[in-house]
């Protein structure tokens, strides 16, 4: 297993390629939305089992909306099959749920899913888990931009970056995309401004923990600079404030 000290603390994933993982088998997509799910669960265990604190994955985009209507609806069935089966082993193990995105699209069943869960493991400490669903890094900026405006606040760096809804947990240090595909997809535009990337081509529920140990290794190896140069980096321990 990778040393904690080059662990990073906050991990944030886009698990893309259960549909590739399914075709692949000839099964229906969702049957790889369900192995997706399998996947996470290991990767929440093996996250809190190496020191991760923060975990923020992308289980939905805004634009996923966009897929058959029979997709989308099992994705919705699979979220409420799996809060209601995971979320007591969660909150055994210390996982604090939190859920990033637009709510008022989701149905009421599902909306009040998310509620439940995220009030059932507040206390946790070990792991937060942050779950983006119904989530796209531009509507997150406009979304917290247009509450300062009404406010009356001045946009800034800081106020927009503090308006967030990662604001809590900060911007991710690492993140990983499976699937092969070397995009954001909307995901996490403003918070990724210094994150490091990297792309694995497992399909997601191909991924387990020896890739994420070759992920956190990758990781360990980058020289994180934010502007400044590398003779600084090596006399400077702290990264700038405004980062
Ligand atoms: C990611 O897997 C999960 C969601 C977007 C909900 P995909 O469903 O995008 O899988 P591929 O990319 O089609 O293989
Ligand atoms: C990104 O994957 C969204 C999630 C993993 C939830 P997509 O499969 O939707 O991304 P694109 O369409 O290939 O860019
Ligand atoms: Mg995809």
Request: proline share 3%; glycine share 8%.
């Amino acid at each position: 297993m990778t040393s904690s000290k080059n662990v990073p603390h906050h991990i944030a994933m886009v698990m893309d390629g259960n549909g590739r993982w399914a075709a692949k088998r000839f099964l229906p997509r969702i049957a790889g939305h369900r192995q997706g799910v399998e996947s996470l669960k290991r990767i929440v265990r093996a996250c809190a089992q190496r020191g991760v604190g923060v975990l923020t994955v992308f289980a939905f985009s805004s634009e996923n909306w966009n897929r058959p209507a029979d997709e989308v609806s099992g994705l919705m069935d699979i979220l409420a099959m799996a809060l209601s089966r995971e979320v007591p082993q969660l909150k055994r193990d210390g996982v604090r749920l939190r859920f990033i995105g637009l709510r008022s699209g989701l149905s009421e069943r599902v909306a009040r899913g998310l509620a439940d869960a995220e009030t059932a493991t507040e206390s946790n400490t070990t792991l937060s888990l942050n779950v983006c669903f119904n989530y796209g890094g531009r509507w997150d900026i406009v979304d917290a931009a247009s509450r300062l405006a009404q406010t009356g606040t001045p946009i800034t760096e800081q106020s927009l970056g503090a308006a967030l809804s990662t604001a809590y947990c900060g911007d991710p240090d690492l993140i990983i995309r499976t699937g092969g595909e070397r995009r954001l997809s909307n995901f996490l535009l403003w918070q990724a401004a210094y994150s490091e990337l990297h792309f694995s081509d497992l399909l997601w529920p191909d991924f387990d923990e020896a890739a994420l140990d070759a992920a956190i290794d990758d990781f360990a190896s980058r020289e994180r600079r934010f502007g400044m140069t590398s003779a600084q980096v090596a006399t400077h321990s702290s990264i700038p404030a405004s980062i």
